[in-house]
Structures are given as C-alpha cells and as structure tokens.
C-alpha cells in the first residue's frame, strides 16, 4: 500500500467519523430542545395553576368584598377546571355575605364566563375601559390584591403568573380605578340584550355562538 493510498483511506475514515460525530451533535441538540420546551411548558402550567391556587384561596379568605377586572376569556384545557374552581369560589363566597363584583371587556365572546359567573352569584358589569384589555387583578376587602401576569402584551395572552400583595395602598388604588371603570360598565343582562339585538339571531344560534345554554339565554329574550 502506497502512502497515497494510506492517506486517502485516513481521510475517508476521518471525514466518515466526523459526519457521524456531526449527526450525533444534530441528535443531541434536537433531544436537548425537546427537553427545553418541555421544561417551559411545565414552568407555564405550574405557573398558571400558582395564579389560579391565590385567587382561589383569597377569595376564600375574603370577609367583606371581591374586586376582580379580569380578560374572561373562553376557558380551554386545564383552564376549564380551574374556571370552575373560581365558580365554586364566588358561591361560597356569596353565602358567606362576600360581595363579589368582575369588570370584563366588551367583547361577544366574554359572555360565557359572565354568564358562568354571574349565575354563580357574582355581579358582573362589561366595560370599554381601555386598559382593561390587558390588564388583570383582584382586590380582596382593602388590604390583599393579586395581579396576573400576561406571557406578552394584550388581551389574548394568557396569565403567566401570579402575585399576591399585602398593601393598603396599592389596594386602595386599584380599588378606585375598578369603581371609576364599573360607575360606566353595563351589566351583564344588559349587555347581552344588546347582543341580542344587535345580532338577531336566534336564542338556538346565540347559544352555540357564545357556547351558553339556550335556557339561560330564552328569559333575556322575552325582554330584549
């Protein structure tokens, strides 16, 4: 064998060891990607459920009065049960003599979780407030407030995370920008008369539009 020869099988060999070696690094960084989006999603979802969790457990704590402006859109996935919880929530609190009062956007597709949760026995107004669209908290008698975190800026980002905050102050504050946007707000009933009127449809096409059940739907429009 010449040294040619040698030298030429040396390189395939090289060239052949580093094509595998680049293969095995392309493999690598692809499981290392899976395993960083996963551990992201996990971050999100245990994230999500600590905002949910201090809602939950303010609302419970509360004595006197709930203040909650909050985006209210359509719950999805795991949002469902959690939306429930907060359901649950408002009725025990509305037995224990809790007012509850929610500010949502003026948005069609709003509704539902109006409709959940002023059946659940919350008072709930529709506003055109324009940070309302972003923004999300809930004072608790006039000391607690938890704020949500958005993963990005407006109002269909959902909550990244939670912050619950003991201060008078910031409470008092946010306490007067709700009351100045709920003075102008339309409630809920009111609001949805005037989907009613504005759509025309049907209480069988609402229902399936706004995802409410019909029966709910049928008393709003003998007066609408």
């Known amino acids: 064998m010449t040294i040619e020869l040698f030298l030429v099988i040396l390189e395939s060999v090289l060239l052949a060891f580093t094509v595998l070696l680049l293969l095995d ?3 690598e960084g692809r499981a290392r990607s899976r395993l960083l989006l996963e551990v992201d999603r996990a971050t999100k979802t245990f994230t999500r459920l600590e905002y949910f969790l201090s809602v939950v457990d303010s609302m419970a704590d509360a004595r006197h009065e709930v203040m909650g402006l909050i985006t209210g859109r359509y719950p999805g996935g795991d949002d469902r049960k ?6 649950n929530a408002i009725e025990k609190a509305g037995k224990a003599g809790v007012q509850v009062k929610y500010l949502l956007p003026r948005f069609h597709d709003r509704l539902y979780v109006g409709c959940l949760y002023s059946s659940a026995g919350a008072q709930v107004r529709y506003s055109s407030c324009p940070i309302l669209h972003d923004l999300r908290y809930m004072t608790i008698d006039d000391r607690v407030t938890v704020i949500g975190i958005p993963e990005g800026a407006g109002e269909k980002e959902a909550t ?10 910031l409470n008092s504050v946010l306490r007067e920008h709700f009351n100045n946007c709920w003075g102008a707000a339309t409630p809920y009933g009111e609001y949805l008369k005037e989907v009613i ?6 209480p ?3 229902a399936i539009e706004l995802k409410i059940d019909e029966k709910d739907l049928e008393k709003f429009y003998r007066d609408a």
């Open 25 to 27: 690094s392309i493999r």
């Open 197 to 202: 009127r504005e759509t025309k449809a049907s």
């Open 204 to 206: 069988r096409q609402l």
């Open 82 to 87: 959690r939306t429930k919880d907060i359901v």
């Open 160 to 169: 990244k995370k939670g912050y619950k905050i003991i201060s008078e102050g």
